[in-house]
């Protein structure tokens, strides 16, 4: 796939789909995307040649490849299957990337259904932040054909800096909630452990030392560290509504795959009582505030 000769959607313009967009277009990819109030500014975009489309069927009709970058599962299945769809506007060969989480039983639906209207489908779901999105710099697990893997390579290496192929179609998306449930696991765990020590008055100096010299070093403890020396959230721009969405995601499939979940059901838990607690839009290292102060006791 040489740049400027594919032609490639993208539906999902937001934090992520923001810095995936601008890398496409920087390597010299024909860009159409979907015009929606969800997305991020796209003045940087449209200066670079990017253009607009009004529904999905429209994005899909001037596509080879189309990449969904949307929230979770309802939001997939939305731009895929309304009248106004992917579906409806595709046309034979069109190849289906889809970077959203979601839940991998929907994955297969959703790849027989892409399949049957003739295109062909790759889950590669992302890891990292914004940060890396806007710097081309993602992490990327895909699950589909190996040789249309291959194929789509080119396109995929122009936003990502790891791109692991997982195995068939859905491998992608069950990996990638094995690794927020370990992510947010570990962070929830933190958190926990952060506000126990603020109430127990341990300084957080020290606990950071005695963590990071311990068993308790890694991504995780970087990304709230700031929150815990300062209250700054900046690493780690994950909201509590995602965490929650991404952690049902999880104990979805280890239900239908008939595998423990106790722990992931008490990590869901514990963000399903700050999204009621209304702060469901804040960042996850503001987790350690809430319990602090009293949140999800018991």
């Known amino acids: 796939m040489q740049a400027g000769k594919i032609r490639i959607g993208i539906i999902g313009v937001g934090q992520m789909g923001h810095g995936i967009a601008f890398n496409i277009v920087k390597a010299g990819y024909p860009l159409v995307l979907l015009d929606h109030p969800g997305n991020q500014p796209v003045d940087d975009l449209l200066a670079r040649g990017a253009a607009k489309a009004s529904t999905p069927a429209e994005v899909a009709g001037r596509s080879d490849v189309v990449i969904l970058c949307v929230t979770g599962t309802p939001q997939v299945e939305d731009v895929l299957f309304k009248a106004e769809g992917v579906l409806a506007g595709m046309r034979p060969g069109t190849i289906v990337i889809d970077c959203s989480t979601a839940i991998p039983s929907s994955t297969l639906k959703v790849a027989q259904a892409v399949q049957a209207a003739g295109g062909r489908f790759l889950d590669a779901p992302m890891t990292r932040t914004p940060k890396e999105a806007a710097e081309g710099r993602l992490n990327l697990i895909v699950g589909g ?6 194929e789509c390579k080119p396109v995929l290496q122009a936003y990502a800096e790891n791109i692991v192929h997982a195995g068939p179609v859905g491998s992608g998306h069950r990996l990638k909630l ?21 109430l127990a008055n341990v300084d957080s100096a020290v606990l950071l030392d005695i963590l990071a010299k311990g068993g308790g070093g890694g991504v995780v403890l970087e990304r709230l560290r700031p929150f815990i020396e300062s209250g700054d959230t900046g690493n780690f721009r994950f909201s509590i509504s995602n965490a929650l969405k991404d952690m049902g995601y999880y104990t979805t499939m280890a239900e239908e795959t008939g595998a423990p979940r106790g722990t992931a059901q008490a990590v869901r838990d514990t963000y399903a009582a700050a999204t009621r607690a209304g702060i469901a839009d804040a960042a996850v290292p503001e987790m350690i505030a809430y319990l602090a102060q009293g949140g999800a006791k018991g």
């Open 178 to 198: 094995l690794h927020n449930y370990v992510s947010l696991g570990f962070s929830a765990v933190l958190a926990e452990a952060a506000a126990c020590a603020k």
């Open 145 to 150: 054909d190996p040789a249309l893997f291959e």
